[in-house]
């Protein structure tokens, strides 16, 4: 053990030399490459693009060939059997949103994610943010809108309404839920009911279809730092914000910010 110490800084200089020999064989491209005119979005996989909202066409750069377009980014961290969350989600829907609308450089200039925060003491938080990774694979375009109704039924998946519940019978709620915004139940209810029988390789921890996207989901909020939920992140920055405010409070934190 005492002789690898020793050894250990001279193999790691060897190491290092022979990398820097690799890297000047390497060939190097100096051609410029021109950015394309696209849309910005902090940190937003293409497969969860359907959690973004956009009011309004994003302005061109008036540089498109150097400088890519790009909006302030408003991201919001909900968890869908959280009181204050639904509240939030409420807010946003009838205050927020007809506000930015009003103006045509907020409405242009902002782009909206909703952020799936699942908070593990309330044991069913899990499955309805499964419920809307389905969506997002299912019918993206359609997750706002079934998020607007499992808020509206948030109370049906709460802690003592669940308690007695199998979790494949929970599943089959929000199936119907998703079959009211138009979505397949039976497509639905398939990507998330999990199977009473061990996989082929004898594993016992299954998941189910979405169990990837959950993972991806909590490893992205996990590394932002985020706990308590509403929280509003504006331009990568916790904002002060709180689910109570009003009309007025909202307006007057757009006209300081989307700027």
Known sequence: MYAMRIASPLIRLHLFHKTQLQLQRLPINLTRRPF???TT???LPPKFAGTAKQLAPPQASSHPSVIPTATHTFEIYLDYVCPFSAKQFKTLQSVVFPLVKANPQWASGLTFVFRQQV???HPSSTLVHEAGLAVLQIAPDKFWDFSQKLFDDQEAYFDVNIVNETRNATYRR??????TVGIDQDKFYKMLVISDKPGEDGALNIGNQVTNDMKVVTKMNRLIGVHVTPTVVFDGVVQDTSSSW????WDAWLKKNVV
């Open 36 to 38: 394309r005119t696209t």
């Open 41 to 43: 979005i902090m940190a």
């Open 119 to 121: 908070q593990p003491w």
């Open 174 to 179: 929000l199936a119907d839920l998703a079959g």
């Open 246 to 249: 009003g009309k007025d409070e």
